[in-house]
C-alpha cells in the first residue's frame, strides 16, 4: 500500500510542478529550466496545484502504511518494500508525464524488483523497538543535521540540487522509519510520553522538511532520477541503523540472500538516478533521451551517434 500511495503520490507533484512551470512562462515569469533553483514562490504555488494537493493526500496513506511495515517489521525490509514506490513511479510516469522508458531502465527497474524479493525471503519476522534515549535525541540532531545540508543543497546546488533534494529527502524520511520503530507512547497509548519523546519531534520535523525539499527537486530534476536518489537514501540509511542498533537480521543461513538483495536494490535506484537525473522536459521541448546504455540526450546536431 505504501509504495502503491507513494508512487502515485511522487507523480502527481511531479504533475503539478510541470503545470506550475508552464503557467509561469505563459505569465513571463522566470521559467524553471533545470540550471537554477526555483523561487519559494513557485515552491508554493506549486504546492497549492490541485494535483499536487491530491498527491499530498496520498503521501498521507503512503506513510501510514509505511509506518505499520516500518514497525513491525525490519527495517531493511519495511523499506525496501516501500521503495519499491519507484517502479510506481516510473510506469505512472509513462502514462501521466509522457516519460520514455528504454530497455535499460526496464531492467534496472526488474533488478530493483527481484531485489525485493530477495530481501522480503530472508528477512526474520522478530524485531527489537526498544532503544536507550540517547538513541532517540540521536534522531533529533540527526534531523536537524539533514535538514540544514538539504535546504542548502536545494537552494545552492545548481544542477546538482535535485539529485541533493531527492537523496536528502530520502535521508530524513529514513529517519521518519527509524523514529516510528523506537517511539514511546503507542503501547499502551499515552500522549505525554508521546509529545515529550524526541523521536515524535524527529518524525515532524522530517517529514515536514522532507516533503517540501522532495517538492523542490521535483520541480527542478527528473522525476524518476528524484525517486532513486529517495529510494537510496530511505533504503540504506534505515537498514544500516536497524542491523547496527535495533537488532534487525535475516533468517539463519540466509544472512547472504539479504545481503545481495540490499546491494541489488541499491544498485539498481542507482543506475535509474544515473540514467534519469537531469533537468525536467516540463514544456515538451527537449530532445529525446539517448537509447542503449548511453546517458543524457540527443544532440540537437545529430553527431552523438
Not at 537554477?36 to 494535483?51: G, H, K, L, Q, R
Not at 521518519?176 to 515524535?200: K, M, Q, S, W, Y
Request: with cysteine.
Amino acid at each position: 500500500m505504501a509504495a502503491v500511495a507513494y508512487g502515485v503520490s511522487t507523480v502527481l507533484r511531479a504533475l503539478g510542478a510541470r503545470r506550475v512551470a508552464v503557467e509561469q512562462r505563459e505569465e513571463g515569469k522566470a521559467g524553471i529550466d533545470g540550471s537554477s533553483s526555483p523561487s519559494i514562490e513557485s515552491t508554493f504555488s506549486t504546492i497549492a496545484d490541485p494535483a499536487f494537493i491530491f498527491g499530498t493526500v496520498m503521501v498521507v496513506v503512503g506513510f501510514a502504511g509505511g509506518a505499520v511495515a516500518a514497525r513491525f517489521l525490519p527495517l531493511f525490509l519495511a523499506q525496501s518494500i516501500v521503495s519499491a514506490n519507484l517502479v510506481v513511479t516510473a510506469l505512472l510516469g509513462t502514462l501521466l508525464l509522457s516519460i520514455t522508458l528504454h530497455t535499460r531502465d526496464w531492467v534496472t527497474i526488474w533488478l530493483v524488483v527481484l531485489s525485493l524479493f530477495m530481501l522480503g525471503v530472508s528477512s526474520s519476522p522478530n524485531v527489537q523497538d526498544d532503544a536507550s534515549m540517547a538513541f532517540h535525541w540521536g534522531l533529533l540532531i540527526a534531523t536537524f543535521i539533514l535538514v540544514t545540508v538539504s535546504l542548502i543543497g536545494v537552494y545552492s546546488g545548481g544542477r546538482l540540487a535535485a539529485p541533493i533534494g531527492g537523496a536528502g529527502a530520502g535521508l530524513l524520511f529514513g529517519v521518519i522509519a527509524c523514529a516510528v520503530r523506537v517511539l514511546h507512547g503507542l503501547e499502551p497509548f499515552n500522549a505525554i510520553t508521546l509529545l515529550t519523546d524526541p523521536a515524535a519531534w524527529a518524525i515532524a520535523v522530517a517529514g515536514a522538511v522532507g516533503f517540501y525539499v522532495q517538492t523542490v527537486a521535483l520541480q527542478v530534476g527528473a522525476v524518476n532520477g528524484v525517486t532513486a536518489m529517495l529510494v537510496v537514501g530511505e533504503t540504506a540509511g534505515p537498514s544500516i541503523i536497524g542491523v547496527a542498533f535495533l537488532g534487525d537480521s535475516a533468517h539463519p543461513g540466509l544472512g547472504w540472500l539479504a545481503v545481495v538483495g540490499f546491494v541489488g536494490a541499491v544498485i539498481g535506484a542507482v543506475l535509474v538516478a544515473w540514467y534519469s537525473t537531469g533537468e525536467p522536459d516540463h514544456f515538451g521541448e527537449a530532445p529525446p533521451e539517448k537509447g542503449g546504455w548511453r546517458r543524457g540526450r540527443q544532440s540537437l546536431t545529430g553527431d552523438d551517434a
